[in-house]
Structure formats: C-alpha cells, structure tokens
C-alpha cells in the first residue's frame, strides 16, 4: 500500500515537472509612480538631517516617512517637508503601521499592540525622546497621534 502510494506521488510530480503550460514565470507589473516623491524627499532633508531614533546619519539608509500619509494629504502636503522625518526603515515600518508616534515634545509614544521586547532587542529605549519638533511639525504628528497611532 505504502509502494503505491510513494508510485502515485511520483506520477504526481513527473506529470507536473513536465508541464509546459503553466505560461511564463515572470510577469510585468506597471508601476503607479508618485510624482513629487523626490521634491518631498529633498524638503525633509532639508529640516531633518538623521534618524531621531536611531541617530543614522546615512541618508541612503534612511527614509523620508510621511507623518500624514501621502494618500490622506493634499498636494501641498505631499510635498510639505515639515510632513515628514527621516526614519531608518525598520523604525519608518512602526510609524507608518501606527505602533509608534511621537508626542509634540518628542516623546517616543508607544502602541499597546507592540511587543515591548522588539525595542529591547533593536536597542531603542522605550522611554526615548527624540527631541522638539517646529509648529507646522506639530500639526502633523496631531493628525498621525488622531487618525494612525493606534493606542
């Protein structure tokens, strides 16, 4: 019983190894581009000029994080360099996902739906503060705080 069953999954896998029409293995995707993502960029840079968290200088290793998100903002916004702070990537992926925000004094704020430890093992202490942001700042880390950062 055994010997057929080992027979009928080699049939199995011979008859798919040797399909030819399963069509291509790749695929093009076309790319909706966001026009005004480099004009963006270099507006952050000129206000941020390091990861506040990290303390990474590299700018090729940073991203320029929207504070209020590109889909939620106006044109103005988009482009705004005060809607934005230069992030490492892992730190960018808790702020734009809602675990992180920061308090208008630079307080590192928290999500209850964040393991705590991931801060201990990336090194990041939890009670950090990143320092003070500009007024027009401020009014954007309101929106993230009210509409992303989930408590």
């Known amino acids: 019983e ?24 790749e695929k093009e995707n076309l790319v909706k581009s966001r026009r005004g993502q480099g004009i963006f ?4 840079q000129m206000i941020e000029k390091f990861c506040r968290v990290t303390k990474i200088r590299d700018k090729e290793l940073l991203i320029a994080s929207h504070i209020k998100p590109w889909k939620d903002s106006d044109d103005k916004e988009k482009i705004d360099g ?9 730190i960018d992926k808790l702020f734009d996902s809602g675990l992180i925000s920061f308090s208008d004094v630079g307080d590192l704020l928290i999500s209850s739906k964040v393991n ?8 990041i202490d939890p ?19 009210k509409h992303r950062f989930k408590i």
């Open 2 to 25: 055994l010997v057929k069953i080992e027979k009928l999954n080699q049939l199995h896998e011979d008859q798919i190894i040797q399909r030819v029409n399963l069509g291509p293995l």
């Open 41 to 44: 960029r270099n507006n952050v």
């Open 82 to 90: 005060n809607n934005g702070l230069l992030l490492s990537p892992h």
């Open 116 to 123: 705590i430890e991931v801060f201990n093992l990336w090194g």
């Open 127 to 145: 009670n950090l503060n990143i320092g003070k942001f500009s007024s027009e700042q401020m009014r954007y880390l309101a929106y993230h705080r």
